[in-house]
């Protein structure tokens, strides 16, 4: 990829481009600060007590996940297993086909 990338002039002028944009003025000047927040914004991210009761609990959520997973495993497993069985079912089949004739 880097020698093609090398060798063409779309390359070329695609590689010019980024270092272009690259040194921008203007890119440099979207560069963020930091800035604490205020009186407001500390206010709306403090804690409610009387929201506390709708938050979810990591152990609960971290155990339907994980049944989640089991679950989504377990159909995956079974859908193979019954692929396989009717592809051997169809290959025996063939086979006693086969030989009657």
Do not use: W
């Not at 093609?4 to 980024?18: C, D, E, I, P, Q």
């Not at 000047?29 to 409610?48: I, T």
């Not at 089949?93 to 086969?98: F, V």
Request: charged content about 30%; hydrophobic content about 40%; aromatic content about 8%.
């Amino acid at each position: 990829m880097a020698f093609f990338l090398n060798k063409t002039a779309v390359g070329s002028h695609l590689r010019s481009h980024f270092q272009a944009t690259r040194n921008d003025a203007l890119s440099l000047s979207r560069r963020q600060f930091h800035v604490e927040p205020g009186k407001r914004e500390l206010a709306l991210l403090a804690e409610d007590p009387s929201l506390k009761r709708f938050k979810s609990h990591k152990t609960n959520v971290k155990r339907l996940t994980r049944f989640g997973d089991v679950l989504t495993i377990v159909i995956v497993a079974g859908c193979c297993y019954e692929i396989y069985t009717r592809a051997v079912m169809r290959e025996e089949a063939r086979k006693q086909a086969n030989a009657e004739n």
